[in-house]
């Protein structure tokens, strides 16, 4: 058996997943670019309160990608009736999980952000955003679901489609509820919260309509009208806490460095939530990279074509560097170029105190996108324990020392965004390592 290795191929692969990536973060840069326009405030507040509420997704996104491996697998086994099955115990699942998360965010935040937020306004704000916000957990979760299902039986074209709803319904009740527009009460952040809620419910609605009429999915006994199944269940479960805990781990370190940063001053926070949108954006190809060179790994070592595994590597860290970097290096250099005919006066001004830490975005990619790539490749080989020690281990020791640096060094803001360097490059170097202690073992096995 050969496996395609060409870079044709793994852009086929990659592209799909970029798509469904957008759906997974859309809505977080979306809010974050129209509260950028109301004012600096609410801009500062969406981009503390976003990267918190993105810890609890990170939990369903672990949960939603252990679904995604095992009806992959019941898929690759020809198994296609109990693929209804999964998905049905997938959701069902994730409901309860949702349940469980609302209550949290929507009791318990107040209280939590109550001992973290040091400004009054970032608080009232982002206590604002999260009272409507967490009646998305529900349609988020359930979406991720859907979305498990789509790339797990490698049918992605509708990923396409649901993405322009979901962005365009935001986009409309965005621009609707934020600034009172169409009618509607000038909300600001709330607004943006209840036009992600409607957005994400808007793209529940067409997952669920497409898989219920496409013929695709008919194979697959969908809708299939058993509830849940406990075996299932605990299968999901298994291989969902390690990703669980890795997801978390990193969307964690963000909400540390963003605590941190809130500490500092309203404008830092706003010039570290303008850094974070150029940070997402730019990350979109490498989340479908990612994908990409897990796949292709998994399928060589179910091949025990072992010699392929750092060609794979190589190939997908030259792809996802020229690609990412075609756009990376105008962007960040030269910002103004390319977003001064959309900002105003006031709004430029915040841009050009960000330039500093939008040039060291240019160094953190470069070891962020080979980190990535190789950690990935690492989670390939099936090795889910030691890719979950080595994460939680760099995650510790990297917020370690921003807790130390700013609380007791008094690191600038720059300084603590500089930490990530060494963040990726401890990963970097140990999965380095790795692959020349496993390729050993394999040449002895």
């Not at 990703?243 to 540390?256: K, P, R, Y």
């Not at 949108?277 to 292709?296: A, D, H, K, M, R």
């Amino acid at each position: 058996m050969s496996i395609d290795l060409s870079y044709k191929r793994i852009l086929i692969l990659a592209i799909p997943i970029m798509i469904g990536s957008i759906v997974q973060n859309a809505i977080a840069l979306m809010d974050s670019l129209f509260l950028f326009y109301l004012s600096e405030d609410d801009f500062a507040a969406i981009g503390f309160v976003s990267a918190f509420y993105l810890i609890v997704i990170s939990v369903g996104y672990g949960f939603s990608r252990g679904g995604q491996i095992v009806m992959a697998k019941l898929d690759g086994g020809n198994q296609y009736k109990r693929i209804g099955i999964a998905f049905n115990t997938n959701l069902f699942m994730l409901l309860i999980l949702a349940t469980i998360f609302f209550v949290f965010v929507r009791y318990g935040s107040p209280w939590l952000l109550k001992y973290i937020v040091s400004n009054d306004v970032i608080y009232a704000k982002s206590i604002d955003y999260l009272k409507f916000r967490s009646f998305g957990v529900y349609s988020g979760f359930l979406t991720l679901g859907m979305v498990a299902l789509y790339t797990g039986v490698a049918n992605t074209g509708f990923l396409v489609i649901a993405t322009g709803i979901l962005l365009g319904t935001n986009l409309i009740f965005n621009y609707g509820l934020i600034f009172g527009n169409f009618g509607l009460p000038k909300m600001g952040i709330a607004g943006a919260a209840i036009a992600s809620d409607i957005a994400e419910v808007a793209g529940l609605i067409s997952f669920g309509l497409h898989i219920i009429f496409s013929k695709d999915f008919k194979v697959f006994h969908l809708p299939s009208r058993i509830i849940a199944n406990f075996k299932i269940a605990k299968d999901i479960l298994k291989i969902s806490m390690p990703l669980v805990l890795q997801t978390s781990a990193g969307v964690i370190s963000w909400f540390v460095l963003f605590s941190l940063v809130e500490n500092m001053g309203q404008r830092e926070l706003a010039i570290s939530n303008l850094a974070r949108v150029f940070y997402l954006v730019l990350s979109i190809p490498l989340w479908g990279f990612s994908v990409s060179v897990n796949t292709l790994v998994s399928n060589s070592m179910g091949g025990k074509m072992f010699n392929n595994i750092l060609v794979i590597i190589k190939r997908t860290s030259i792809l996802a560097l020229g690609i990412t970097f075609v756009v990376a290096v105008p962007l960040l250099l030269y910002p103004e170029y390319f977003v001064r005919p959309l900002l105003n006066d006031e709004q430029m001004v915040v841009l050009y105190e960000a330039k500093d830490v939008l040039r060291l975005l240019l160094v953190i990619f470069v070891f962020y996108i080979l980190g990535t790539v190789f950690f990935q490749g690492m989670i390939g080989t099936g090795n889910v324990l030691l890719t979950l020690t080595i994460q939680l281990v760099c995650v510790a020791i990297y917020v370690s020392l921003l807790l130390m640096g700013v609380k007791l060094l008094g690191l600038s803001m720059l300084q603590a965004w500089s930490i990530e360097i060494f963040y990726w490059i401890a990963i970097l170097i140990v999965n380095i390592v790795y692959f020349k202690y496993y390729f050993n073992k394999e040449d002895d096995y």
